[in-house]
């Protein structure tokens, strides 16, 4: 499938891709030309095209983390994860949108365009890595990169009908990822077929001389017999307690063994998490100054007047207010109150997820609570797209791998549910999520058949 062969089919490729994101606004910039010169040409993903989000650095493509600090900031070089799947033959054609900084649940916290979900334009895509999941389920890229700090990947993943992959912390090299919250965050990707997910997984890991926390984990060769299920009061919408329940059933005749567990930390989970990310933030967002580089006002009377000035221009409100939050809680004389507990609720959630996977091979759970909600305030609010982050924040709390697979729709829509795994038991998932592919086989909205078809 090499897309980008020079000719005619090259041609009315790059055409229709741009046509496409007119509608859907999955790509903040698109350089086929650019990207085509990085590759080698040659490998297992020779000519397949990619996307990758807007915080991860391709050398010569903006890296503008879809903020207004950064709007004029080019990469001066390649992100490792990016690098390995240039090796082998695959094309950056763009950078795809993101809630800024990738803080948010919508896509629409993005301060340099807005992304809609292709199954219905009135809605958003989910977030942060919306464009990714956007670009795949809309046939723009046949796969497409993310970032997912407490479910950025999976989340839109499930708003969009596609599978999303959150590796396992330290296995797929961080170098080149804009630091948001540097202990939860990893690089993921997106795709509509199962196996290629799988094929750029395998080429992204690894370790990483150039991340300290890269690792290079043996393979884990079990065999999933038994899924722990989360029941219990969950909160869901209907239409996602519907599919939720379906899915359950399709693996129980599937043959697996399902075993009922409760995770009660889970009420604590977004407690926790929001005080980590947002210290790390505080920490990690210092860097911006406009000093050495990114938005810098026009004058200013001295040092301080111009931070403050490039910082107050540069940020949204969602990232000023995480900001502040982490501040808040990175004081002295606060740390123990909010900082060092929220440390000792995610030991928590890691201890019972190995209680977990002490009987189970993998544990099975929602994604979200609601379907893709539509934009602005008919939807969810900022509060409220936090608060439904209960499920996939768990897994970066305790650095395990999970997977989003879509398994149908609902008035419409789709829906997805998760898969988690101990540790490095990525091939865990894909077994699971391969499984389920003889029931249900994700498709592209009828509106976008893939451009490659």
Not at 250 to 278: C, H, R, S, W
Not at 347 to 364: G, K
């Amino acid at each position: 499938m090499d897309l980008l062969d020079g000719g005619a089919k090259e041609e009315t490729y790059l055409s229709k891709l741009k046509e496409r994101n007119g509608e859907i606004g999955a790509f903040l910039s698109l350089d086929a030309a650019r990207g085509k010169a990085l590759s080698s040409g040659d490998g297992v993903l020779r000519g397949l095209s990619f996307g990758v989000k807007d915080n991860i650095a391709v050398e010569g493509f903006p890296l503008t983390c879809a903020s207004r600090i950064l709007q004029d900031l080019v990469s001066p070089y390649t992100a490792t994860a990016v690098r390995r799947l240039l090796e082998q033959g695959a094309v950056v054609v763009g950078k795809t949108n993101l809630d800024e900084f990738g803080m948010g649940s919508s896509c629409d916290m993005s301060a340099l365009g807005r992304t809609n979900n292709p199954w219905d334009l009135s809605r958003v895509a989910g977030g942060s890595s919306g464009g990714s999941a956007a670009a795949v389920s809309a046939g723009m890229v046949p796969f497409a990169l993310g970032s997912d700090t407490g479910g950025s990947v999976r989340q839109p993943a499930a708003f969009c009908g596609v599978y999303g992959l959150k590796p396992t912390y330290g296995v797929v090299s961080r170098f080149g990822l804009v630091a948001y919250a540097s202990s939860l965050e990893v690089i993921g990707a997106v795709a509509m077929d199962l196996d290629l997910l799988e094929t750029v997984f395998e080429v992204m890991r690894g370790e990483d001389e150039r991340d300290h926390s890269s690792l290079d984990p043996e393979e884990d060769e079990c065999e999933v017999r038994r899924i722990a299920v989360l029941t219990g009061e969950l909160g869901l919408e209907a239409p996602v307690a519907r599919a939720y329940e379906r899915a359950q059933e399709a693996l129980k005749d599937l043959g697996f063994q399902l075993v009922e567990v409760g995770l009660p930390e889970l009420e604590y989970a977004v407690p926790a998490y929001y005080t980590i990310a947002t210290a790390e933030a505080s920490a990690n967002l210092a860097r911006y100054t406009g000093i050495r580089y990114g938005h810098r006002p026009m004058w200013s009377e001295n040092p301080q007047e111009l931070m403050r000035k490039a910082r107050s221009e540069g940020f949204g409100p969602e990232v000023k207010l995480r900001i502040l939050l982490g501040t808040f809680v990175l004081r002295s004389g606060f740390q123990d109150r909010y900082y060092h507990k929220a440390q000792r609720v995610r030991t928590l959630i890691r201890r019972s997820l190995e209680q977990v996977f002490s009987s189970a091979d993998v544990l099975l759970m929602p994604v979200f609570p609601t379907l893709p909600f539509p934009h602005g305030e008919g939807g969810l609010s900022s509060f409220q797209q936090k608060m439904a982050d209960r499920f996939t924040t768990t897994a970066n709390l305790a650095g395990v791998p999970a997977l989003a697979v879509p398994v149908g729709r609902e008035e419409g829509l789709p829906v997805g549910v998760q898969v988690m795994a101990p540790p490095f038991g990525e091939q865990r998932l894909f077994q699971v999520a391969r499984a389920y592919r003889r029931v249900y086989t994700p498709e592209h909205p009828v509106a976008y058949p893939p451009l490659w078809s």
